[in-house]
């Protein structure tokens, strides 16, 4: 459990004692980021259900204490009169040995890099001047964000840099650490790119037997997982920017530029999804490419040896038919009396096979394909 404070200038984390009470509301001008883990949340919620209570006026409604504690709830919005809930499953890759809930399709093949994507959702509950997050039970990412903002703070702010400001809101951090969320799997598209562009050059490659086609098909099957989670997580940040949109514009300029700013910022991140869901789609196309490319090419393969077979036959068979005709069981026959018959058909059959070899080379019946 994380407690930071939070204003346009400064961040401030409060140290958490175990068995000690939470403080109390913000000054003004502050708000609050309560981060938690599952079991964090779980076992302290007695806690910090009345404590949301003091400091944000609302309680947590029991379908969404459920809905952050589930480990298997695909990304979505909701909102409420007092907060509003976005949920969004994080795209990591974990860490070695550690379970993920996308390995099961992906246990026994594909690439290492899908195997080890991490997809548990990231729960948040936006209040006016607080953010209470949950995260699985690493915290990779809300340690990372939280790393961030305590060194900005002991940093001069820059004012030309605009990534470098600390949050204005609850909402503004929010949009944050899901853009750590989503930029997660953007660092694994190197990796991913690099994996399946070995299958497909081993699939090209005619000199190859490729044979790992169970490994194949269940890559494309978690390329497909992953396309459903972006999409999930698009329409879950589309529906938070209707919300946005649909709120009346505040009268005051610097409430007005917070507001736009905020809108700014959610299509920043939906963009970043956006991304995200054009990459995996142009994974999924590469792989059906590649497999129509592999069976393209062994089907050109065996047309060339087909076309060799045949022009070997053409070659032999006149050779057949002489020797076919000499071996009748004729008494007379031309040159079969002869002492020098047997040269002249030999003669005439290696003249027939290097004739025809000829022809056939000159019509590029046997040129080598490449």
Known sequence: MRLLDINGTQVREIALPAGEPLPAAPADGHFYWLSLTRDELQGTLAQVQPWLQAVAGCRLVD?????????????????????DVLVLRRLASAAPGQPTIAAAPLAQGGPPVLRRIDTRPVGFAVFDRLLLSV?????????????????????????????SRLPAGPADLMLRVANQIVDGYLA???????????????LIDPKTRFTNWGALMQARQGLHHLDEICDDQQTAVQDWIDALEAQPMPAEPTARRDHELLLVRSRDVLEHIERVVRHVHRLEQNAELAVQLHFNVQSHRTNDIMRVLTVLTAVFLPLNLIAGIFGMNFEFIPLVHATDGFWVALVAMVVIAIALVLVFWRKRYLARTK
Not at 194 to 201: F, I, T, Y
């Open 135 to 163: 995260h699985p039970e690493d915290g990779s990412v809300r340690d990372g964000v939280a790393e961030r903002l305590l060194a900005a703070d002991a940093q001069p702010l820059d004012a030309r840099a605009v990534s």
């Open 188 to 202: 694994l598209r190197r990796e991913l790119t690099r994996q399946l562009d070995h299958w497909q050059a081993e």
């Open 63 to 83: 379908l969404h204490v459920s809905d952050l504690l589930n480990d298997q709830l695909p990304s979505h919005y909701d909102a409420t009169s007092a907060y």
